[in-house]
């Protein structure tokens, strides 16, 4: 508290003090989140048995690089990560124009069976067929060990429709494209010229949420890509995985073969994680100022 000079009463905190609060509060927070993180890097290049004693809390302890190169010496893991730039690349591309295809017709208040098309959309949140008619459904469209079949049953994420239909409701202003209207421009020119260069900040949101997504998806593809040459890098990594894992099981009969294996097992899940999360870790710095902003006005409806 502060003294002010001319009342003499008790006032709240200086300009100078509610900074430095709220910057040690933030960084709190910082540190809270990205300590796993940070936390996963280190031991991706310990001793797994120094990180189950406590032991890498803030370096690293017997510095190796024995995981990684186990993940790198698996022929399959660089087309993996093509497959997964590929499917990330195009995914990302096809649901954001979807998304905009979409979004934009239904926040046009005057669009005939706007509000049936909005509770269809909406329903398809709460109930759906299933994994097996799904999986039936993809099939009969001749889409298995597609690469399309990771996109089609699911390019628009409806909760993402709301958020850019919201956007477009909100903050694109309806004077421009009445003026657009008047001046003679069709529909088409309207949205190309005026509404996708206005809604960069929300385009960049749903490119986020989409690369994230499309990154992540391992086991869509472990269901509709039954061949290995089309496998993304999680579902490669899970694979890598699984057979360290099962030859850890199997030398547990062979003396001090268990314990090198399951080291190694350990060492490989670390150095999983890091290769699977890295890129998005690049790529979200430069989206990032777009980020909170285009959520934000996409979230609120006025």
């Known amino acids: 508290m502060r003294k002010n000079t001319k009342s003499g009463k008790l006032t709240g905190l200086s300009e100078k003090s509610s900074d430095i609060i709220l910057v040690v509060i933030c960084s709190i927070i910082l540190l809270i989140v990205a300590y796993p993180l940070y936390y996963v890097l280190i031991a991706s290049v310990s001793n797994p048995y120094d990180v189950y004693a406590g032991k890498t809390f803030l370096l ?41 295809l979409a979004a934009y017709p239904l926040s046009v208040k005057d669009l005939p069976g706007r509000k049936f098309f909005s509770i269809f959309f909406i329903i398809t949140m709460y109930f759906g067929g299933g994994m097996v008619p799904t999986y039936l459904v993809v099939k009969e469209t001749g889409l298995i060990n597609s690469m399309w079949a990771l996109f089609l049953p ?17 903050s694109i202003p309806k004077e421009m494209i009445e003026a657009a209207n008047i001046d003679g421009a069709s529909k088409w020119t309207t949205f190309i010229k005026i509404v996708v260069p206005l809604s960069r900040s929300i385009m960049a949101v749903m490119v986020v949420f989409s690369m994230v997504a499309y990154w992540n998806d391992w086991f869509t593809s472990m269901i509709y890509l039954p061949s290995p040459n089309k496998a993304p890098l999680p579902l490669v990594l899970r694979n890598i995985l699984i057979k360290s894992s099962a030859s850890a099981s199997q030398a547990s009969t062979i003396s001090g073969g268990f314990a090198e294996l399951n080291k190694m097992t350990e060492m490989i899940k670390f150095s999983s994680i890091i290769i699977a ?23 609120v409806k006025g």
Do not use: C, H, W
């Open 60 to 100: 690293p302890s017997q510095f190796t690089l024995d995981g990684y190169k186990s993940v790198f010496a698996d022929p399959g893991i660089l087309l993996g990560l093509f497959n997964s730039f590929k499917y990330t690349i195009i995914g990302t591309v096809f649901s954001v124009v979807m998304l905009y």
């Open 154 to 170: 699911g390019g628009v994420a409806v909760g993402n429709l709301i958020i850019v239909r919201n956007f477009f409701e909100n």
């Open 277 to 299: 999360a890295l890129p998005m870790l690049i790529i979200y710095p430069f989206v990032q100022k777009y980020f909170e902003k285009g959520f934000m006005a996409g979230a």
